[in-house]
């Protein structure tokens, strides 16, 4: 079975305070990972896949990387506009398209 | 309109009601999704329907009933819920053919009270 683990369950940051968000994955081959920020009230938006270790992609403030066993979403000089929840999700190898979701890591950030 | 659109966005209902939230997706995709998430809770999928197969999540009460006319249409039928069943309820999308297919697409959700 799939796991996904997020750390810390909730984050403070002040402005400009850089940080990782960690998730940790049990897959067995993995197919993607994918990152999603959701604020409150609102639908998950889709950030980033990721495909296989070693692999980084960017946008903006935030960038995400992959080794075999994790994954870390680094938020560089972080604005309060970046407040939200980060979902991580795991996609597993054959015919099972449904991704599994960790319980995200709340990031609050302060001015 | 683009992407994924819920309707209502709130919903209170009782008990004995009989509701039904609406998902359409204009993004060509073949897969389409109802997910419930409650305070301080992960995810929980509830149904999914692609390609003419349905998979569902056993815990999922029959309370809870989806119908799936065609590949942009979703809907969560509602019937004697429960206080506990109070939750955002979230429509998603996905592509299952070509790159991409594990990158949903969601709603903004349907914030369901009952009381």
């Known amino acids: 079975e799939d796991q996904v683990t997020q750390s810390p369950e909730a984050l403070r940051l002040q402005e400009g305070e850089s940080s990782s968000l960690n998730c940790s994955y049990t897959?067995?081959?993995?197919?993607?990972l994918f990152w999603y920020r959701q604020d409150p009230g609102k639908g998950p938006e889709f950030l980033f896949t990721l495909y296989s270790a070693g692999e980084e992609k960017e946008k903006e403030r935030l960038k995400a990387t992959l080794t075999k066993k994790e994954s870390f979403l680094h938020i560089t000089a972080p604005k309060p506009e970046d407040s939200a929840t980060y979902l991580c999700a795991v996609q597993g190898p054959g015919g099972s398209y449904i991704p599994t979701f960790g319980r995200g890591t709340s990031l609050i950030v302060h001015p | 309109e683009t992407g994924v659109t819920q309707t209502p966005r709130h919903l209170v209902m009782g008990m004995t009601n009989k509701k039904s939230l609406k998902c359409e997706q204009h993004l060509g995709h073949n897969a389409m999704y109802w997910y419930k998430q409650s305070a301080k809770k992960p995810l929980e999928l509830m149904f999914v329907y692609s390609l003419e197969e349905r998979v569902e999540n056993n815990s999922v009460p029959s309370r809870f009933s989806p119908e799936c006319p065609n590949s942009s249409h979703l809907f969560l039928h509602l019937h004697t819920l429960q206080p506990e069943d109070s939750a955002l309820y979230l429509c998603a999308s996905s592509r299952l053919t070509g790159g991409g297919t594990g990158e949903l697409f969601f709603g903004e959700g349907s914030r369901l009270t009952v009381l």
């Open positions: 897959v067995s081959g993995l197919r993607g």
